[in-house]
C-alpha cells in the first residue's frame, strides 16, 4: 500500500454500515476478530492488498474506494429523524451512511453538471400563525401559487434538494431530511400511500425551512413541522372556501372529492378542518374513529387514484452524466470507486440507464479517460 493513499478506515465504516452490518459481522464474513475490524476503521492497522480485495467483494465497492480519503460525512446532528431516541444505533447509522455515500455520487455530479441552485428559505417560526405564514411564504418564493401541489417530489428537487428512496424494512424510518450542502431528503419505500408519502415530503420540507440550525425529533418540532406540511399542501384560504359546511353529519363524498383534488389523505383533510375551525373537536374525533373503524389507518379509499411520486433529479442527472461523456454504467461507477450494483443501491436501478430525458447542461468535464 503506497505511502500517499494508506487505507482509508473510515471509508471502510461507511461501506459497513451502508450494508447493515456490524463489526462482527464482518469480521465473521472474512474469518478475522472484530477487534480487527475496529482497528482497521479507526487506522491502527493496515489493510494488506488481500484484505482490500476480500473487503472491496463482500461490500460491494472497488478497492481504490478505501485509498480515497472521505471528503464529507454527514453527522447526526445534521439529521432530522422523527425519533431518534425510539430508533435502534443500527438503523440511524445505516441511513447516516446512506446519505454520505450518496454524497458521494453527488460531489461528482456537481463537478460536471448544472444542478438546481439549493433555493430553501430559512424562516424562523414561534407560533402556529408564523407557520402558515411560512407555508406561504414558502409557496411565493417558490412561485408556487395557492392551489393543489401536483407534485411534493418535485418541488423539492426543483429548490435544489436530492430525494432518494431508502429501501429498509424498518417502520421506525418514514421520512428524514439531511441539511446538507445540498439537502437530502431519504423516503423509506416501506409506506405504500401516496398521499401519505406526499405529506412526509412536506414535513421535511418543512424541517429544511423552519429549522435550519435547530435540533429536531421532540414532540414540538414533529409537531410544527407537522403544522407546515399541512399549510403547505392546503393553504387556508383557498382550501377554507372550498371545504364545505358540515354543521351537523361529516359529508364524506365531498371529503373524499377533497383529497383527490388536493392529493392529501383524509387523515390530513379532517386534521387541516379542525385547525382551520371549519370542524368541531367532536366532528374531528368521530372523523377519526370512522377511519379507524373502516380500516383506513394507513391506507384509504381512492388511494389508487393517486399517483405516485418517484425521485427524477438524481436518476435524470446520472443518465445526463453517461449521455454526455458516453459512459457505460461500469465506467461511471469506477469514477468513485463504486461498483454498478453499490450505486444501484443508492439511487436505483433505473438511474444507470441511458435516457434522453436528460435536462441538465454539462460543464467543461476534468480529468476524462
Not at 45 to 66: N, R, T
Not at 108 to 126: G, H, Q, S, T
Not at 160 to 167: N, R
Not at 306 to 322: D, F, G, R, V, W
Request: charged fraction near 25%; hydrophobic fraction near 40%; proline fraction near 5%.
Amino acid at each position: 500500500m503506497s505511502h500517499e493513499n494508506p487505507f482509508q478506515g473510515a471509508k471502510l465504516r461507511v461501506a459497513r454500515l451502508l450494508n447493515g452490518w456490524t463489526k462482527a459481522d464482518l469480521a465473521e464474513q472474512l474469518q478475522v476478530s472484530r477487534q480487527f475490524i475496529h482497528a482497521l476503521e479507526i487506522g491502527q492497522k493496515p489493510a494488506s492488498p488481500d484484505m482490500v480485495a476480500a473487503l472491496s467483494l463482500i461490500l460491494k465497492v472497488q478497492p481504490s474506494f478505501f485509498n480515497e480519503p472521505l471528503k464529507s460525512e454527514v453527522r447526526e446532528e445534521e439529521c432530522h429523524f422523527r425519533s431518534r431516541k425510539s430508533m435502534p444505533d443500527k438503523v440511524a447509522e445505516q441511513i447516516i451512511s446512506y446519505g454520505t455515500a450518496l454524497e458521494i455520487i453527488i460531489h461528482l455530479l456537481e463537478k460536471n453538471l448544472e444542478l438546481p441552485v439549493v433555493n430553501f428559505p430559512a424562516i424562523e417560526v414561534n407560533s402556529d400563525i408564523e407557520i402558515e405564514e411560512a407555508a406561504t411564504n414558502c409557496r411565493k418564493h417558490w412561485g408556487l401559487g395557492n392551489g393543489p401541489i401536483a407534485n411534493m417530489c418535485r418541488v423539492l428537487e426543483n429548490a435544489g434538494a436530492i430525494v432518494a428512496l431508502y429501501k429498509g424494512d424498518r417502520h421506525e424510518v418514514d421520512a428524514l431530511s439531511m441539511a446538507r450542502a445540498r439537502p437530502l431528503v431519504i423516503r423509506n419505500t416501506l409506506k405504500q400511500s401516496p398521499v401519505r408519502q406526499r405529506f412526509d415530503l412536506a414535513h421535511e420540507c418543512g424541517h429544511l425551512v423552519i429549522h435550519q440550525g435547530a435540533s429536531t425529533g421532540d414532540k414540538e418540532t414533529e409537531d410544527q413541522a407537522n403544522r407546515f406540511a399541512s399549510a403547505f399542501l392546503m393553504p387556508g384560504e383557498v382550501f377554507s372556501r372550498e371545504f364545505p359546511s358540515m354543521p351537523l353529519r361529516l359529508d364524506w363524498q365531498a371529503i373524499y372529492s377533497l383529497k383527490i383534488r388536493w392529493r392529501v389523505s383524509v387523515k390530513a383533510i379532517i386534521r387541516r378542518a379542525r385547525d382551520l375551525g371549519l370542524l368541531n373537536s367532536v366532528q374531528y374525533a368521530t372523523g377519526n374513529r370512522f377511519l379507524n373503524q373502516t380500516g383506513q389507518s394507513k391506507t384509504e379509499k381512492f388511494d389508487e387514484k393517486i399517483p405516485q411520486e418517484e425521485p427524477e433529479l438524481i436518476k435524470t442527472a446520472i443518465s445526463a452524466y453517461l449521455d454526455a461523456f458516453s459512459f457505460t454504467p461500469a465506467e461511471f461507477a469506477k469514477q468513485i470507486s463504486m461498483t454498478p450494483s453499490m450505486i444501484e443501491q443508492l439511487v436505483g436501478v433505473s438511474a444507470l440507464r441511458r435516457s434522453s430525458l436528460a435536462t441538465y447542461a454539462s460543464r467543461p468535464f476534468k480529468g476524462r479517460r
